[in-house]
């Protein structure tokens, strides 16, 4: 079992960064991939971003690539969303999710585990 709570969010302007971490409780954190989504209201629930267990691999929509950065600390029980140069469209609730899943797989029910999510706000 994993519970996971999602800080950070906030507004912003354009062009601004946050970063977004997400705690996890559970021994086996460190077991599991992990995942950053967002929803944007009447959207559909989207990937933004994953990274395996070990750290040493992630993976990203086109749409974040090159400005966003996942990265985790298995020590802290933490994952984290570093976002730069936000856009108006950006703007969302982002939620962390775990699971025991391919880090390029986008699907959000392939994940077990979610946060209640944390609202970010990019005023242009």
């Known amino acids: 079992q994993v519970q996971l709570v999602e800080s950070g969010g906030g507004l912003v302007q354009a062009g601004g960064s946050l970063r977004l971490s997400c705690a996890a409780s559970g021994r086996t954190f460190r077991f599991y991939a992990m995942g950053w989504f967002r929803q944007a209201p009447g959207k559909d629930r989207q990937f933004v971003a994953a990274?395996?267990?070990?750290?040493?691999?992630?993976y990203y929509a086109d749409s974040v690539k090159g400005r966003f950065t996942i990265s985790r600390d298995n020590a802290k029980n933490t994952v984290y969303l570093q976002m730069n140069s936000l856009k108006p469209e950006d703007t969302a609730v982002y939620y962390c999710?775990?699971?025991?899943?391919?880090?390029?797989?986008?699907?959000?029910?392939?994940?077990?585990?979610w946060g209640q999510g944390t609202q970010v706000t990019v005023s242009s």
């Open positions: 990274i395996r267990w070990s750290g040493d691999n992630t």
């Open positions: 999710a775990a699971g025991r899943i391919a880090i390029d797989n986008p699907r959000p029910d392939g994940y077990d585990y």
